[in-house]
């Protein structure tokens, strides 16, 4: 008999991982396990990892839907895994195509079971096919059509969960897909209560009836096994003219060798020599020539991850960072042991990403081309609120609990946060929530469709669809079926591009440089590591708007170091990391001079430069090779089982690590502490030549701030910004000593500008205006030159009145209503009245070109106008437009800038938030870190669980706070331990 099994990969149907499926098949007696989602082998990879693992065969298939014909199509050979990679991929392209039409001439290779009698009388010709039996009514009749069209039957058991009570977290899914509520779901959306893994035998006793059907099953089974899978290195080709791509590589690092360095030396041959070796010996050698070819058709970007450490990589121009002067280790990206396949990660500006794909498509072909997915998991607010829904809870019921998860982020946690945060402190959760979270728990991470990785492609010597299947994401682009993981683990060699708003804010603030001052600076050749200005200003950690290293935690960092030079920012990227934190301390002390012991004296050297701390990945490797004997292959597995976070294979690896520390003779105490150091790797982490290349970045965006604040800071917003809002980036700005212009008809450009110390604010910060209008608007002035006046204005673009009213509400058109002496109320009054109106008309009549004799706006009304059209109030700090609610409180106000001053007092201060971590303490206690600003200076604050508690429901974003709190110094830095938070009206 065939179990027909479906996993969470089966998108809102299948409610088990392949893992927990193969799991209970095992436990029940089942020697093969056939995987069949539906439409696709989404998880095919970790399916045949989990029958490995469990000790089951596997049988690759998958159910095919399509217009009411359905068939669960089996590979049985190589050739019939490639036919069954195409057959999907047809059907999910081609919407069109019929799901018999698709079906390819492949007896040998192909089997196909389906209940249609019209799907096996036209397909029985050209596959293998099986009437497809199934227990019940349903079975009986297809077993009657299977007599009359002379095809076999075979036993079918459709399997949706693995235990019975699975089947109400099945109905969920299915209410959730169906869009309904779980009491109005239609029993044929929904698998039989009884779809779940029994024992063999409870199955073949639904079966006396037909013995036939259960033989041609296990013959089935028999001829499908997948004992022939075996996934083989898929890399790209390059297209080149030369035959032999190797010598082509050596050509090419050689006119690099000349770029980079003006001449050889012996250190530089011994390194490219062993490369080049390892590449070919690997197989990488069309891959690095790809990857160069891709890279050098954009002059800004950022080659990132341990390709940086490839000495070839940066000859080709690939990465920017010297893997010879910052002593940067290539095996961590190559070494003869490393059975896996890296990849090489590229930052490209954010918005020539999309671009740069469609060009690197159009050349190599779409057949050779794909973008890796993303397996999009319902998360915790998500699951909850689906979960509410089908329920048929009232919406603003759910918002009341979901806004109470907002920021939780740790996976299978609903419970936790429930019972534990305080946001839900004497929050009652009558019927039915207590039974709606239960399910929501347990559909959290179950995922429910594909998106588009944010980056990563693969490029097929031949054809993709012959690896794995391929369809079309919603945004149009061809995508694999398997997230990068899956990709990697079956043999995929991916290439990594991904967009980066910061290298689009390098690009346009060199850009405006080149405009205002006939300066024109190269990128790649924009060195500044040595230049005493920037690296003080990172020492001050000034940084806000400077890539990498503008968050809360990094400034803090950077003050407390007070170093601003390449080699110690690079240190500081990567020990950043989150469960690092009780390392930073005794970093900083040794930093400045605290005497300490090595850790083990032959990890002295290694760690020489990061003071006897590990910081990066290769220290990990290089540690475990050191300590307990290992080689480069099995410690860097154990660098991989960090960074996945699984618990059984860390814990497998820690006794191993302790065997063979052990019979190095390494002491007990030191094996704890090298252990508890390489625990603060789970999960996230960086190795240095991916902590060097984003350090680079930071020195570049940090060189552009000191020696271009205007034009930086300009095109900082003008790119949406990184850690804080657009406001907060122009308060920065004026920090700088900058003026921020509003909006102007005749001198705005699109995006924000700078030049001198000025900034103009760009059309693209009005908010609810049609995009095609601002468009037209700078189309126009570019044909014909400035707007002369309101009505030369109307008269050559046409905008409608909402749009214009906008604009007047911006401030964009105050120089045109100046000339003709008219206030803002009667601007408004002016362009309601004519804005929309067809050229050719006359401006008399009865809308005058004359408004009433309107009073002007008050400040107040000014200000809401700016927030309505700019989406903030731009000519005044948000706290000012309260300075009445302040002072009616009469409080010793301290200034943001003077806190320095009050060191260990309690101070009063005024806040207008702008970024807030929430973090757990070791204790599992909620706590957050929040940066406030008053109109003097960004100040970060500390609300310690018990104050946390009180005030994580009053603190909330866009609306100002008094806080009252002792301010703290930790190595210079200063914050504030807040006890007391109001919201000022």
């Given at each position: ?10 998108f ?15 436990q029940?007696?089942?020697a093969v396990?056939v995987?069949a ?7 095919l ?13 596997p ?5 095919l839907?399509?217009d ?26 081609d ?17 196909a ?5 019209r799907?096996l009388k036209e ?28 095809v ?9 969960f693995?235990?019975?009570q699975d ?5 969920l899914?299915r ?21 779940w ?6 199955g ?11 033989a ?33 590589l050596?050509r090419?690092?050689?006119?690099g ?8 030396f ?21 891959y690095?020539?790809v990857?160069?070819?891709i ?29 010879l ?11 003869p ?10 930052d ?9 794909l469609?060009e ?20 915790a607010?998500?699951a ?7 329920y048929?809870?009232p919406?603003?019921?759910?918002r ?19 019972a ?6 004497g ?16 559909l ?36 694999i ?6 990709a ?8 990594d ?8 804010v ?19 050749s ?15 950690g000034d940084?806000?708007g ?19 030079d ?26 400045h001079?605290a005497s ?8 002295e050297?290694?760690l ?11 220290d990990?490797v ?10 480069w292959?099995?410690?860097?597995g154990?660098?991989?089982v960090?960074?996945?976070k ?5 814990e ?9 520390c052990?019979?190095r ?10 252990w ?16 060097a ?8 965006s ?22 804080y809002?657009?406001?907060?980036y122009?308060s ?14 005749n001198e705005?450009?699109w995006?924000?500008w700078g030049?001198?110390r ?8 009005l ?13 126009e002035?570019?044909?014909n030159?400035?707007y002369?006046s ?10 409608p ?26 601007l408004?009054w ?23 004799p ?6 107040a ?17 948000p ?12 409080r ?12 260990g ?7 207008w ?9 070791r204790e599992?206690d909620?706590m957050?870190?929040v940066?406030?600003e ?28 008094a806080?009252?709190?002792k ?10 331990t ?7 009206a």
């Amino acid at each position: 008999m065939i179990w027909v099994v479906h996993s969470i990969y089966s998108f809102l149907w299948g409610v088990r991982s392949p893992e927990d499926l193969c799991r209970a098949a095992a436990q029940r007696g089942h020697a093969v396990v056939v995987c069949a989602d539906r439409n696709g082998l989404y998880g095919l990879v970790r399916f045949l990892s989990a029958a490995r693992r469990f000790g089951v065969e596997p049988v690759v298939g998958a159910h095919l839907v399509r217009d009411g014909r359905e068939a669960v199509v089996l590979a049985r050979s190589p050739k019939g895994y490639e036919m069954l990679c195409g057959l999907v991929s047809r059907l999910h392209l081609d919407p069109s195509l019929r799901l018999e039409a698709a079906v390819p001439e492949a007896q040998k290779h192909l089997v196909a079971l389906s209940a249609d009698p019209r799907f096996l009388k036209e397909v029985s010709s050209r596959v293998e096919c099986y009437a497809a039996v199934t227990p019940g009514p349903s079975g009986r009749r297809t077993l009657r059509a299977a007599w009359e069209l002379g095809v076999p039957p075979a036993a079918v058991f459709p399997v949706y969960f693995a235990d019975p009570q699975d089947w109400a977290l099945h109905r969920l899914v299915r209410a959730v897909a169906t869009n309904t509520v779980l009491s109005a779901l239609d029993p044929r959306e929904t698998a039989p209560a009884d779809a779940w893994i029994q024992r063999p035998e409870a199955g073949l006793r639904r079966f006396p009836h037909c013995p036939e059907a259960l033989a041609h099953a296990e013959r089935i089974l028999r001829s499908c096994r997948a004992r022939w899978l075996s996934f083989r290195t898929v890399f790209p080709h390059y297209d080149g003219r030369e035959t032999d791509h190797f010598q082509l590589l050596v050509r090419r690092c050689r006119d690099g060798i000349r770029r980079r360095y003006a001449g050889t030396f012996p250190e530089l041959e011994r390194r490219l020599a062993a490369e080049l070796a390892l590449i070919r010996d690997k197989g990488y050698v069309d891959y690095f020539l790809v990857v160069a070819d891709i890279v050098g058709r954009r002059p800004i970007h950022c080659g990132r991850g341990s390709a940086a450490a490839s000495l070839v990589s940066y000859l080709l121009g690939i990465t920017h960072v010297d893997p010879l002067r910052h002593r940067l280790v290539f095996e961590r990206f190559l070494n003869p042991q490393r059975k896996d396949h890296p990849d090489i990660d590229v930052d490209f500006p954010w918005d020539e990403r999309d671009g740069l794909l469609e060009e690197v498509e159009r050349c190599y072909g779409p057949d050779r081309f794909a973008m890796v997915s993303n397996h999009v998991g319902f998360g915790a607010r998500a699951a909850v609120r689906e979960t509410a829904k089908v329920y048929g809870v009232p919406p603003e019921e759910i918002r009341e609990v979901t806004r109470r998860l907002s920021g939780w982020t740790r996976p299978s946690r609903i419970g936790e946060r429930l019972a534990h945060h305080p946001a839900f402190r004497g929050f009652r959760l009558d019927p039915p929530w207590p039974e709606i979270l239960e399910l929501a728990a347990r559909l959290e991470g179950i995922p429910r469709h594909l998106s588009v990785h944010c980056g990563g492609i693969v490029l097929a010597p031949d054809r993709v669809d012959r690896y794995v299947p391929v369809e079309r994401a919603a945004k149009g682009v061809r995508i694999i079926q398997w997230e990068k993981d899956q990709a990697e683990e079956a043999g995929l060699v991916k290439i990594d591009l991904l967009g980066n708003r910061s290298l689009g804010v390098i690009r346009d603030a060199l850009d405006m440089v080149a405009e205002n001052t006939g300066r024109r600076l190269d990128y790649a050749s924009l060195h500044p590591l040595d230049d005493p200005p920037t690296q003080a200003l990172l020492a001050r950690g000034d940084t806000m708007g400077v890539f990498y290293v503008e968050s809360p935690a990094m400034r803090q960092l950077q003050r407390k170091t007070r170093r601003g030079d390449f080699e110690h920012l690079v240190i500081h990227s990567s020990i950043i990391r989150p469960a690092a934190n009780r390392y930073i301390d005794a970093y900083i002390e040794r930093l400045h001079g605290a005497s300490y012991e090595p850790i083990h004296r032959d990890l002295e050297e290694l760690l020489k430069e990061t003071y006897g701390i590990l910081v990066y990945q290769e220290d990990v490797v290089r540690a475990a090779m050191v300590l307990a004997g290992w080689d480069w292959a099995e410690a860097d597995g154990l660098r991989k089982v960090l960074s996945k976070k699984s618990r059984e294979r860390i814990e497998d690896y820690r006794r191993r690590f302790q065997e063979g520390c052990r019979r190095r003779g390494v002491s007990e105490e030191v094996i704890r502490s090298v252990w508890d150091m390489f625990t603060s790797f789970a999960g996230y982490s960086f190795c240095k030549p991916h902590s060097a290349s984003y350090a680079l970045v930071s020195f570049k965006s940090a060189w552009l701030k000191v020696h271009y604040p205007a034009e930086f800071m300009a095109a900082v917003v003008a790119n949406g910004g990184g850690y804080y809002t657009p406001r907060a980036y122009l308060s920065e700005a004026q920090r700088l000593g900058l003026r921020i212009l509003a909006p102007h008809v005749n001198e705005s450009r699109w995006k924000y500008w700078g030049k001198d110390r000025w900034i103009r604010v760009g059309l693209q910060q009005l908010q609810g205006v049609r995009r095609e209008s601002l468009e037209r608007l700078l189309e126009e002035r570019e044909r014909n030159g400035p707007y002369e006046s309101l009505d030369d204005l109307l008269e050559r673009v046409c905008l409608p009145p909402s749009d214009a009213v906008v604009l007047a509400k911006s401030g964009a058109l105050d120089a045109l209503a100046d000339a003709r002496h008219l206030n803002r109320s009667q601007l408004l009054w002016w362009v309601r009245a004519r804005a929309g109106r067809k050229r050719g008309l006359p401006r008399k009549g009865p809308f005058g070109a004359d408004p009433p004799p309107l009073r002007p706006p008050d400040v107040a009304t000014l200000w809401r106008q700016q927030e309505e059209a700019l989406g903030f109030v731009l000519s005044a700090h948000p706290l000012r437009t309260h300075a009445r609610a302040f002072a009616a409180r009469r409080r010793p106000w301290i200034r943001a800038k003077d806190l320095e001053r009050s060191v260990g007092k309690t101070v009063w201060l005024k806040g207008w938030p702008i970024t807030k971590k929430e973090v757990l303490t070791r204790e599992g206690d909620p706590m957050a870190f929040v940066s406030f600003e008053d109109e003097t200076a960004i100040y970060e604050t500390v609300f310690f669980p018990g104050a946390y508690g009180r005030f994580c429901r009053t603190l909330g974003w866009e609306r100002p706070y008094a806080l009252r709190g002792k301010v703290e110094a930790s190595f210079g830095a200063v914050s504030v331990t807040v006890s007391h938070l109001e919201p000022v009206a």
